[in-house]
């Protein structure tokens, strides 16, 4: 570790598991925690139970606010453990001098998207802190949910399985990067934030069964997909031109010097099925967003590996995402 | 509602309620929510739930810093409720350019007071976001605890029964001050933060029936004694020179113009019990603290009012904190 945090430690690649296995694994150290999933299993197998915290910057972007994202954000990680959100806890921690108006429409934004998933916010926190001890507003949600989709693991892929994606990967890290540096966009790209429950429920209700599923915040599909394959032990072949890119996000990208697939999602997950089902998962998941597609197998080719093959027969492995990326994408 | 928050809105007194009615339940209203508890009760009655961020300033004081603090506060939140605190998340804001080693003695705190308490950190989240976004380092942490005394409520407060306090009051409140102010104290005054659990199962194990419960933390006893007067529709009536108070902190609230018992505590809480029990509850809490002590009773005199009368009988009422106070006490 470097003897100073920095930026890309909270990247959601490399340096983010840097600094979680040195410092918080390795004090906090139990069976529950060291699985890594998005969200925890307790209480024998019946609740998920998870956390984050929004730093968002801006507050408000093209299609949400830091108040959708939070409860999106803290109700995906337990759709994405197979449980139905139910009980959340909303913490909010406020600079002095902060519009009353705007954290009216942040909790506002919150209540719609709780009605989205049938959750209801039990308990509170509110911090205010005096002037330039904290950039406007930091909200934290932690969830309960009940697991109606059990052994969904990041550790459960074996050779032959399909991977699918739910929808056009980067929106949210284009979005955010094209509000935070003033750039005018001539069409409608805003971010995928969306509460990814109702699709996890049709996959449930369609009687697919999941094998991993994960939404790519942080880190992107790269850092999903290079988890599953440590995880699992197990190669990742990505057919690349299967991963839908919108055109605007491409060209954010070329701007950015990014890729598309490192990029942070809000409303985008990565799923593992088994091979006979994938076309059955697809024709669900085309139903919320036409722009799903299945991305890639599970192979043995170099375990623990992703590997993206391009369509004209070159190959190269997709490396968890390292260095700075975006800050306060979310 | 003013049109901006200020920092009398996070002063855990009348316009931190007014704050969280106004915006937070109004929007959010439900049956759980509205209780206003220590933490919320889900699952039948079965189990705790709640959630607190932590802002203190400076990080590191007398007697504990902000990871101890964290672990505390909210394990605490689910004593109050006779709760065993169980699992924790802890989600973690820091600043970019923070102390790795600084960052590794607070998560080692954590961990002394998570044993302490029997818990333990299943879920977490890490941000890193750029210099002067946020002031150093914020910590949420967020628990489920498993009720094992049901029925403490702030609304279940009858007349006749006792008011008992933990031990001496305002400690915390007057060691941050101290600490921020460069203060040179020539005893050794230092915070109270404490877990309170230990206590809560000496009680239970006494086979006391604890009627409320409360830590008098942000808004002090005061806020404790007005909210419980007016939850349960009662008055509470304190003997004013049997709240204990050490000499350096009513020192200390001299130069501040506060009174000791509107300032916060992290490790002291406020008892009811029947009549028939005071005494046996009292010998119960001086076993931890010989400075707890009986400070007043519920009587049906100024309903929803917190009465003071002092050693040479004048009387006056005992307000809800209202102002600045101090922020970033906790």
Same mark, same amino acid.
């Not at 918080?24 to 150290?29: E, G, N, Q, V």
């Not at 032959?160 to 890290?173: A, E, Q, W």
């Not at 997950?269 to 998941?285: G, Q, R």
């Given at each position: /570790?470097?003897?100073?945090?920095?930026?890309?430690?909270?990247?959601?690649?490399?340096?983010?598991?840097?600094?979680?296995?040195?410092?918080?694994?390795?004090?906090?150290?139990?069976?529950?925690?060291?699985?890594?999933?998005?969200?925890?299993?307790?209480?024998?197998?019946?609740?998920?139970?998870?956390?984050?915290?929004?730093?968002?910057?801006?507050?408000?972007?093209?299609?949400?606010?830091?108040?959708?994202?939070?409860?999106? $954000?803290?109700?995906?990680?337990?759709? /994405?453990? $197979?449980?139905?959100?139910?009980?959340?806890?909303?913490?909010?921690?406020?600079?002095?001098?902060?519009?009353?108006?705007?954290?009216?429409?942040?909790?506002?934004?919150?209540?719609?998207?709780?009605?989205?998933?049938?959750?209801?916010?039990?308990? $509170?926190?509110?911090?205010?802190?005096?002037? $330039?001890?904290?950039?406007?507003?930091?909200?934290?949600?932690?969830?309960?949910?009940?697991?109606?989709?059990?052994?969904?693991?990041?550790?459960?892929?074996?050779?032959?399985?399909?991977?699918?994606?739910?929808?056009?990967?980067?929106?949210?890290?284009?979005?955010?990067?094209?509000?935070?540096?003033?750039?005018?966009?001539?069409?409608?790209?805003?971010?995928?934030?969306?509460?990814?429950?109702?699709?996890?429920?049709?996959? /449930?209700?369609?009687?697919?069964?999941?094998?991993?599923?994960?939404?790519?915040?942080?880190?992107?599909?790269?850092?999903?997909?290079?988890?599953?394959?440590?995880?699992?032990?197990?190669?990742?072949?990505?057919?690349?031109?299967?991963?839908?890119?919108?055109?605007?996000?491409?060209?954010?990208?070329?701007?950015?010097?990014?890729?598309?697939?490192?990029?942070?999602?809000?409303?985008?997950?990565?799923?593992?099925?088994?091979?006979?089902?994938?076309?059955?998962?697809?024709?669900?998941?085309?139903?919320?967003?036409?722009?799903?597609?299945?991305?890639?197998?599970?192979?043995?080719?170099?375990?623990?590996?992703?590997?993206?093959?391009?369509?004209?027969?070159?190959?190269?492995?997709?490396?968890?995402?390292?260095?700075?990326?975006?800050?306060?994408?979310?």
């Amino acid at each position: /570790m470097t003897k100073t945090i920095t930026i890309a430690h909270g990247n959601g690649g490399a340096e983010n598991n840097e600094l979680i296995q040195k410092i918080f694994y390795k004090h906090f150290a139990n069976d529950i925690l060291s699985k890594s999933e998005d969200a925890a299993v307790i209480e024998d197998g019946r609740l998920a139970f998870t956390t984050d915290s929004f730093t968002v910057s801006p507050l408000f972007f093209s299609g949400g606010d830091i108040g959708k994202l939070a409860v999106c $954000g803290t109700c995906n990680d337990l759709a /994405m453990m $197979g449980a139905k959100p139910k009980y959340i806890t909303c913490s909010v921690i406020i600079e002095e001098g902060f519009s009353t108006r705007d954290l009216e429409k942040i909790v506002k934004s919150m209540k719609n998207e709780l009605e989205i998933n049938g959750a209801i916010v039990v308990s $509170g926190d509110t911090k205010v802190v005096p002037r $330039g001890s904290v950039d406007k507003l930091f909200i934290n949600t932690t969830g309960i949910g009940e697991i109606e989709h059990k052994n969904i693991s990041a550790s459960a892929l074996t050779e032959g399985m399909s991977i699918l994606v739910s929808r056009d990967v980067g929106t949210h890290g284009a979005t955010i990067f094209a509000a935070r540096e003033g750039i005018e966009l001539e069409s409608s790209l805003k971010t995928d934030c969306a509460s990814l429950y109702p699709q996890v429920k049709a996959l /449930m209700d369609a009687n697919i069964k999941i094998i991993a599923l994960r939404d790519a915040t942080r880190g992107g599909v790269s850092a999903v997909l290079n988890e599953w394959a440590r995880s699992s032990d197990v190669c990742i072949e990505i057919k690349e031109e299967n991963i839908p890119v919108q055109e605007e996000v491409k060209g954010i990208c070329e701007m950015l010097g990014f890729e598309a697939i490192d990029l942070a999602n809000e409303g985008t997950f990565i799923l593992a099925v088994d091979k006979e089902d994938e076309l059955h998962a697809l024709d669900v998941l085309q139903k919320t967003h036409v722009t799903s597609a299945i991305i890639g197998t599970v192979t043995a080719l170099y375990k623990g590996k992703v590997l993206l093959n391009s369509s004209w027969g070159t190959k190269r492995f997709l490396d968890l995402p390292t260095g700075e990326l975006l800050p306060r994408i979310c």
